[in-house]
């Protein structure tokens, strides 16, 4: 199993650029399930969500092919199989985006249930409802959601989310895109991710309107066809490297990426006194002026601040002067990396929601452990600033979301290594080293 090994205390300076957006990349490959023509995505970050999400495809008998490293071509022209099983579904809880598109195109669907994941229960009760009100026969057998539409064709209907949903959203509006009739989501989720699905389907042939807005009308269609995309910037990765690049006290250019989609989480880090400027459309620049200083946060639904940046902002916050307090409003359990970075010489107290951290710390290099994607975002953070080593375990979580992040750091001056450690001799770090 892959390790970070860190030695911090560098001052990150360079140039970094943006991959492209996980959470778009996701629900658009699903979209692919939809027709029987060709999808050719452009911009598909290389993470292992991805090829998880390619394997599913392949398993119901889609073909994909990529001519390039970051170009997936995509043809459901031979589906056989209307299923995600539990292995892909347990590694990955986005397989669950399968079920809306093979239920509008096939009738049918079977996807395994998610569980629980690290940061809460998560259940997917909102996108069942909405597929029951669009007239599908849904219910639960052996640890599956079993869903049959009527005569084999979805019917459009008024959908009101009780709770944003991202992937709620994106299910019910692939759904709706062959349903007969008109679908309108109300409270839906407005995340980039969302805005971006819906300019794909509208390329398909689906008639969408509003997406990115709480309200989405879907027109359904007969049929989809092909098309070509280009996925949007990941503006969490984005927001990432602002933070490494101000925590080191260093100087990023971030290039590749989308200024626009991280208004909030830039507009929030200025608050706590990094300095970002705007180069242009898809370059910002971050400088390191003054100190960090403590400002409090909640995490809210787009365009609010993203859960996905609390943790990478709670590493950030011990280096602050003072005391923040930051509320998770999005999950119930998105505080594991608190503990960690308590072991590092953070000073966090935690009580339901809340998290309070005092700052600033001078954090000391530690064994620490990943428990899941952004968590492991956060301890690398800490590592480049921490004095000695950091050995962070368990990285295949940050794998899944962050494009050779190590390569990335290490290009602009980070001390950091990937060791493969073999099972037989975990304590030994002299093994080979893999860039
Ligand atoms: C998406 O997850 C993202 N994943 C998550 O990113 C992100 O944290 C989350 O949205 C919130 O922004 C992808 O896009 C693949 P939700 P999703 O449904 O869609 C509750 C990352 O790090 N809820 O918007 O699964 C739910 O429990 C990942 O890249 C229900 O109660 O999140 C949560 O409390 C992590 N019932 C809240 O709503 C439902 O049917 C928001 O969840 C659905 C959701």
């Known amino acids: 199993m892959d390790k970070f090994h860190i030695r911090g205390g560098v001052a990150l ?178 995340e980039p991710e969302v805005r971006d699905l819906g300019e794909l389907l509208n390329k398909m042939g689906a008639r969408v309107r509003g997406a990115g807005t709480p309200k989405i009308e879907i027109e359904g269609v007969e049929a989809l066809g092909g098309a070509q995309h280009t996925i949007i910037p990941d503006r969490i990765e984005t927001g990432t490297f602002i933070v490494a690049g101000a925590i080191t006290k260093g100087e990023l250019e971030i290039k590749d990426c989308n200024p626009e989609h991280c208004n909030r989480i830039i507009g929030k880090l200025r608050d706590a006194g990094v300095e970002i400027e705007e180069v242009n459309q898809s370059t910002l620049r971050v400088s390191y002026g003054k100190p960090i200083r403590a400002a409090d946060l909640k995490t809210e639904e787009y365009p609010g601040f993203a859960t996905d940046m609390q943790a990478q902002y709670m590493t950030l916050m011990t280096q602050a002067d003072g005391q923040s307090e930051i509320t998770e409003t999005i999950f119930e359990n998105r505080f594991m990396h608190a503990s960690e970075l308590q072991r590092m010489g953070a000073r966090i107290q935690i009580s339901h929601d809340k998290a309070v951290v005092e700052g600033p710390t001078n954090l000391i290099g530690a064994r620490v452990q990943a428990s899941d994607l952004r968590a492991s975002a956060s301890l690398v953070l800490a590592g480049l600033i921490a004095e000695g080593e950091t050995i962070i375990d368990r990285v295949y979580h940050i794998d899944r979301g962050y494009e050779k992040i190590e390569t990335k750091l290490k290009a602009v001056g980070a001390n950091i290594e990937r060791v493969r450690e073999s099972v037989t001799s975990p304590l030994s770090a002299s093994q080979e080293v893999r860039g």
Do not use: W
Request: a positive charge.
């Open 13 to 190: 300076k360079g140039r970094v650029s943006i991959s492209g957006a996980k959470n778009s990349a996701l629900p658009c490959m699903a979209a692919a399930i939809l027709t029987p023509e060709t999808i050719t995505l452009h911009n598909i970050p290389y993470v292992r969500d991805i090829i998880t999400m390619r394997r599913l495809l392949e398993d119901i008998g889609a073909h994909v092919l990529t001519p390039e490293l970051r170009t997936h071509k995509i043809s459901a022209a031979n589906v056989e199989l209307m299923q995600a099983p539990y292995e892909l579904v347990k590694t990955m809880r986005a397989s669950v985006l399968a079920l809306g598109p093979l239920l509008a195109r096939f009738g049918k669907a079977r996807v395994s249930l998610p569980g629980g994941c690290a940061i809460g229960a998560r259940p997917i009760d909102l996108h069942l409802a909405s597929f029951s009100k669009m007239g599908a026969d849904v219910f639960l057998e052996a640890g599956d959601v079993v869903a049959r539409a009527p005569r084999d064709r979805l019917v459009g209907a008024e959908i009101q989310f009780e709770k944003i949903s991202v992937t709620g959203t994106e299910n019910v509006m692939m759904a709706a895109t062959l349903a007969r009739g008109k679908t309108v989501i109300h409270n839906a989720a407005r």
